[in-house]
């Protein structure tokens, strides 16, 4: 269960770790993490709903003649930054948006998460639990304190000291986290060089939404103190793993898992293969939301273990769908091809939006791939119902604007400044020479 902060609680808090300054943290369109810092005198106003900022500046708001929004603080998560000054520490509160008439702005991503999750409850689910697997790479950084391209090391899967160089830096991470409140329950290097995961107990949507993005803010600031650079770009190499973020899901009601049935196939639920029936449905559709960059489209080729087709299983990994073998309150889907590039917030309200689409219509569920997908040609591929992820995000994006339910699940506001925003992302990129061009091209022409 969520944690209730009340006002008194936090004002307590407050003066006991002397905090002076307050951060209200907002998401953007693109999932970047905004804020404002207000010194404490002004903590009275941010609590009564009255702190004001220009929406116009910010990615996929408003336009400037509408431009007023305000910050409206959700107080149970409110958290001190540990690594703050004892002088006096920052804390911060994440918030949503509001419109100057005190209504809900459409294109805030953390209120269209909760807009999707009221709709979830009319089909008779109270909690729609999440368990993400955000991985980093961490680069050194140069006596400018600039990012380079040098890894810290050359370790790979489950290596440690002196291999895994980066050892030290997840720790301190992780000490950081569980000072905040994660629940930490695996740390360790992924498969690439330089390349990491650290992985934190699942919990509901909106708080495992708001919970990627602290743990993108901790896994950077701490990464700096140690010289590194850590970035979530989905491919920042050629040649090795891109970072994924596989996202486990499962539907309650009450204390139940509804995609647990002991007498099912699998003991899943009818529940379970209906909303990986909507998963598989949609995949290629909501590809743009969940992999949401030029770069994404770089990782999810074959050969990287990253998913390239959409297909299910519950045997194998290959598929972008998987059935982890935990049974119980544990059992889960686990969708296989998102990044953590994704806004958290938009990325689980398009999942939700397909696995929900797939109970609704009573979707049959198609028949699980339990062989390794990278071996099949083509034709075996279409012959087993394997459909291929988009291969660009311009692909992708043409894709989404045919889905009206992911659409939906977007709202008008979110959706359309999305895809403006991602048009002028690919332009940019068709329209740049880029280096390996020069190196192909420029001598042989």
Not at 203 to 208: F, M, R, V
Not at 266 to 289: K, R
Not at 300 to 307: F, S, T, W
Request: glycine share 6%; hydrophobic share 40%; net charge negative.
């Amino acid at each position: 269960m969520a944690k209730k902060l009340t006002r008194e609680k936090i004002i307590k808090q407050i003066e006991e770790e002397n905090v002076r300054f307050i951060r209200l943290q907002f998401t953007d369109m693109l999932g970047t993490i905004k804020n404002v810092e207000i010194p404490l005198s002004q903590l009275d106003k941010a609590l009564d709903n009255k702190m004001a900022f220009d929406g116009s500046s910010i990615e996929g708001f408003v336009r400037i003649e509408e431009s007023d929004m305000f910050l409206y603080p959700d107080l149970d998560t409110f958290i001190v930054f540990p690594w703050t000054s004892e002088k006096g520490k920052v804390a911060r509160f994440i918030c949503d948006i509001y419109n100057p008439d005190g209504t809900p702005f459409a294109g805030c991503p953390r209120y269209n998460l909760k807009r999707n999750l009221e709709k979830m409850e009319k089909f008779g689910f109270d909690a729609f639990n999440i368990g993400a697997e955000p991985e980093f790479f961490l680069f050194k950084l140069d006596e400018n304190r600039e990012p380079t391209l040098e890894l810290n090391d050359h370790g790979g899967y489950f290596d440690l000291a002196p291999t895994d160089l980066g050892e030290n830096c997840r720790r301190d991470i992780v000490l950081e986290l569980e000072e905040m409140g994660f629940e930490i329950e695996a740390s360790h290097h992924e498969v690439a060089p330089g390349q990491h995961e650290i992985d934190f107990k699942y919990s509901d949507a909106l708080k495992h939404a708001d919970d990627i993005q602290t743990f993108k803010l901790v896994v950077k600031t701490i990464a700096r103190k140690h010289n590194l650079h850590a970035t979530f770009m989905p491919k920042p190499l050629f040649g090795v793993n891109g970072s994924g973020m596989h996202v486990n899901m499962s539907l309650f009601s009450g204390k139940e898992n509804r995609f647990y049935d002991t007498k099912g196939e699998l003991e899943l639920s009818q529940a379970a293969y209906q909303f990986i029936a909507g998963i598989v449905d949609h995949a290629v559709n909501f590809t743009a939301i969940t992999n949401p960059t030029v770069n994404s489209y770089k990782r999810l080729v074959p050969g990287y273990e990253a998913p390239s087709y959409v297909a299910w299983s519950a045997s194998n990994r290959s598929p972008l769908v998987r059935i982890p073998s935990s049974r119980g309150l544990s059992t889960r889907v686990e969708v296989r091809s998102v990044d953590p590039a994704a806004n958290p917030y938009m990325a689980l309200s398009v999942l939700l939006a397909s696995g929900l689409d797939g109970i609704k219509r009573e979707l049959a569920v198609p028949e699980s791939v339990d062989r390794n997908i990278y071996v099949m040609n083509k034709k075996e591929r279409e012959e087993n119902g394997v459909k291929d992820l988009p291969s660009t995000l311009k692909e992708a994006m043409d894709y989404l604007e045919q889905d009206e339910v992911l659409v939906e699940s977007l709202g008008e506001h979110l959706f359309e400044h999305f895809i403006e925003a991602k048009e002028i992302e690919w332009d940019m990129f068709r329209t740049t020479v880029h280096p390996w061009e020069r190196e192909q091209y420029l001598t042989n022409y």
